[in-house]
């Protein structure tokens, strides 16, 4: 199910930059937002933008093999350094000639640091000024994690982009540690930049850190472009904060990072949260929800989530979604869905191809939306099926602060939205 390019009719960039292994060309841009799509030139890949990322921990994603990804028009995948590192090892992989070549894999990678780990396992890490001591979650063996460890490690894993190791905070942290945190994170990329060993073959993001305080976000933010980096990343969000707090550090970010290079917000998934910070100038998103929930049993449709282990499934004979065209759904039922999740692994396998297509879709559909100047439009219709005519009052205030008004009636289609509660914080299921 490969798609053609949305961009085979735009030559003329409205933005360019261009670094040693990476060129970034903003095709396209809502005359209304800050939404743009582009062209990322990667040494193994040219991806378009915005784009959604699976995450594939170990250098795979689990049940789907590399043909059925690209099948799936999946152009980046991220894998975690941290990770990789521990097993199968920086030794085994240069001898293989990098991740690509080890995972047979010729579209673009993407690693993550490591840093994310000094939240997910506090309980093991010790930080310090040189870095993050880990004990092992495989062995038990205690691992000093430094940023020139760290970029050593995604040398000889060759990803085409590369993370900054940042000391990762909470994003529910207060007080003098989000800005020691931050400062630390300004020094960590000097150390990065001058260990990095591929500055002609692989890029390196600097990661926004600051947690929820606008000061902090804002001087990281221009710190980082004093370095002149290939593209950006703003993180330490996605972490429980509260939306309205999230939406706004990712419209601050954008508003400082430079037009012609690729934004990265870190950890975001959701449907409702790609339109909205597309929306917001973000360029690049990964999660590990779409894969993981399919792990669940929860299939990813338009207006949110199925359940398919539910029992209304047992005698349904429809496909996931009528209109989706993956595998998934031209071959096989909800009720032989609902046989097998969380079950079998078969039906694990299958969802998680139909939650990636459904993924890789949403995102065509956002390019092709903003190369018509349409996104308006578009954001008005998404919104319309995911919540009907309630929608929590962080997306109306995010979408406002970009021209976008859910709450005045649309003229064509008659919609209007009225706030309710910014609880709503995961995909409902149906």
């Not at 040219?46 to 799936?72: C, N, R, W, Y």
């Not at 003098?176 to 931050?182: K, L, P």
């Not at 949260?273 to 338009?302: E, I, K, Q």
Request: net charge negative; glycine share 8%; charged share 25%.
């Amino acid at each position: 199910m490969t798609t053609s390019d949305e961009f085979d009719n735009l030559t003329t960039p409205l933005e360019t930059s261009t670094s040693p292994a990476l060129k970034f060309d903003v095709l396209a841009k809502c005359s209304t937002t800050k939404a743009r799509a582009s062209k990322m030139h990667l040494p193994h890949y040219t991806a378009h933008t915005p784009m959604f990322m699976p995450v594939g921990t170990m250098g795979s994603i689990k049940g789907i093999t590399t043909k059925q990804l690209e099948d799936l028009d999946c152009h980046v995948i991220l894998g975690n350094t941290y990770h990789l590192g521990s097993r199968p090892g920086p030794e085994l992989l240069e001898a293989a000639g990098g991740l690509h070549e080890f995972m047979s894999w010729n579209r673009g990678l993407l690693t993550d640091s490591g840093g994310f780990q000094m939240v997910s396992l506090l309980r093991l890490a010790n930080i310090t000024e040189e870095g993050v001591e880990f004990e092992n979650p495989h062995d038990g063996k205690k691992m000093m994690l430094t940023p020139e460890m760290s970029i050593g490690l995604q040398n000889a894993i060759g990803a085409d982009i590369m993370m900054q190791l940042d000391d990762v905070v909470s994003s529910l942290t207060t007080g003098d540690r989000v800005e020691e945190a931050m400062w630390r994170s300004v020094r960590w990329l000097d150390r990065s930049i001058k260990a990095n060993k591929r500055p002609t073959e692989q890029n390196l993001f600097p990661i926004v850190q600051g947690g929820l305080d606008a000061r902090l976000r804002t001087l990281s933010a221009h710190e980082l472009i004093k370095r002149d980096s290939p593209g950006y990343a703003i993180g330490g969000l996605s972490g429980g904060e509260a939306k309205d707090s999230f939406w706004r550090m990712v419209s601050l970010s954008t508003d400082i990072l430079p037009d012609n290079k690729p934004r990265y917000c870190m950890g975001v998934g959701y449907a409702e949260d790609l339109v909205v910070c597309s929306a917001l100038g973000v360029d690049m998103y990964d999660c590990v929800f779409p894969t993981r929930t399919a792990r669940f049993g929860n299939a990813l449709v338009r207006t949110g989530s199925l359940a398919l282990k539910q029992g209304r499934f047992k005698n349904d004979l429809g496909p996931i979604d009528p209109d989706c065209s993956c595998p998934t759904c031209k071959n096989y039922t909800r009720a032989y869905l609902h046989t097998t999740v969380t079950k079998d692994t078969t039906g694990c396998h299958l969802i998680t191809i139909h939650n990636i297509a459904y993924q890789m879709r949403l995102m065509r559909d956002i390019r092709q939306a903003i190369v018509d100047d349409r996104f308006p439009e578009f954001i008005r219709e998404f919104m319309s099926i995911r919540f009907g005519k309630t929608v929590p009052k962080w997306i109306i205030s995010a979408l406002q602060s970009v021209n976008v008004d859910l709450t005045t009636v649309d003229e064509k289609t008659g919609y209007s939205a009225t706030p309710i509660s910014d609880d709503f914080q995961k995909v409902p299921n149906m």
